[in-house]
């Protein structure tokens, strides 16, 4: 299982950006699927995940400001961020859980400028 995900950059403070990802296996019916991120020095830490139900779970310090989707026809999940914070700057790694195995993608760097 491959995740590559893309869309990270250089972003002011307030603005917005869209991180996709795309999985080399179906994004449907998955345990979980989405995304997490690694600032420096702390731990990764859950930003939001579909879960086998579909049901949406988001990051406290996110709920509000960012919005997960997924095109299942073209094995993808979405991850729009809102009013981007400088704490946001992390590194974005997509996630699948199969159910079998976890996976991770390679992480795509957002840097918030304030």
Do not use: H
């Not at 590559?4 to 990802?21: D, F």
């Amino acid at each position: 299982v491959q995740l590559q995900a893309s869309g990270g950059g250089l972003v002011q403070a307030g603005r917005s950006l869209r991180l996709r990802c795309v999985a080399s296996v179906s994004t449907f019916g998955n345990r979980a699927l989405g995304w997490y991120r690694q600032a420096p020095g702390k731990q990764r830490e859950l930003v939001a995940i579909f879960r086998s139900d579909g049901s949406a779970r988001y990051g406290d310090s996110v709920k509000g400001r960012f919005t997960i989707s997924r095109d299942n026809g073209k094995n993808e999940v979405y991850l729009q961020m809102y009013s981007l914070k400088s704490e946001d700057t992390a590194v974005y790694y997509c996630y699948l859980d199969d159910g079998l195995n976890d996976y991770w993608g390679q992480g795509t760097l957002v840097t918030v400028s304030s």
